[in-house]
């Protein structure tokens, strides 16, 4: 299984990281795409996929630290995105439930890492909260279908669900659908083509239940893709292969490292 969304440069696995990873091996992990929020962690991301050879990096800025971009920002990602390994930009996007970086601030980094996107034709990893509409007002203005990506850890409705495929994107679902109120993710769920789906974690956040709270690692994936197997009626390992099989297509992993 793949985990498509995951931030093991978070300090919450300072004490444990390496053994965590292994474990994730154990338990039947192959990919995880390690997502950056800012230069720091998205240099650490690619250390990770340096290190380890069934993790990959994804760079970018996230909206809640658009305040900090500068100058310098596209062309530091710029060089970043040449390490080896590094197959999406992102995490990158519009948050309007926190509003850490003022909202002009958000939308104008936010279209200029398209950009970037665009120019090295890498797929964008987009981070999409209560911020629907000008998410797809960029996403349209700024022709980010001409490289596509996932909405991680999609929060919509079924409508913008199918805005969302109908722009070419994938949808990321993870430890929300598990949770016992989750209408929505589920009607999400029952609505999205399996083609266009990819499971993550977005750990150490998000855990499935029933470990709501804790810690989350990529062993839980197996929560959600119980959940995906159940929903739409097909075996665990059929989920397992396809949503996989999304992932490797969209980020152009390879297989047997
Ligand atoms: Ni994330």
């Not at 499971?199 to 810690?215: F, I, L, N, S």
């Amino acid at each position: 299984m793949i985990d498509s969304h995951a931030h093991y440069d978070d300090e919450r696995f300072d004490k444990d990281r390496d053994q965590v990873l292994k474990d994730c091996i154990a338990h039947g992990v192959t990919h995880i795409i390690n997502a950056g929020s800012n230069i720091e962690s998205s240099k650490k991301s690619i250390e990770l996929a340096e290190k380890y050879p069934f993790v990959y990096a994804a760079v970018g800025v996230h909206p809640h630290d658009a305040k900090e971009c500068d100058i310098n920002t596209i062309e530091t990602l710029k060089f970043l995105s040449k390490a080896n390994k590094v197959v999406a930009i992102g995490e990158i996007g519009l948050d309007y439930h926190y509003d850490f970086s003022p909202r002009d601030t958000q939308k104008e980094w936010f279209a200029r890492q398209i950009a970037l996107a665009r120019d090295l034709k890498l797929p964008i990893i987009i981070h999409d909260r209560e911020s629907h509409s000008d998410i797809l007002d960029i996403i349209k203005s700024e022709k980010a279908y001409e490289v596509g990506g996932v909405f991680h850890c999609f929060s919509g409705s079924k409508e913008m669900a199918r805005e969302v495929l109908n722009l070419g994107f994938r949808i990321g679902l993870g430890g929300a659908v598990t949770f016992k109120n989750a209408r929505r993710p589920v009607e999400v769920l029952e609505y999205v083509p399996l083609d266009m789906l990819l499971v993550e974690t977005d750990c150490p956040y998000m855990a499935p239940e029933p470990h709501r709270g804790k810690r989350n690692w990529s062993g839980y994936i197996k929560y959600v893709l119980e959940k995906i197997s159940e929903v739409k009626g097909i075996d665990y390992a059929l989920a397992e292969e396809i949503t996989s099989n999304n992932a490797i297509h969209l980020f152009k992993l390879q297989f047997g490292n």
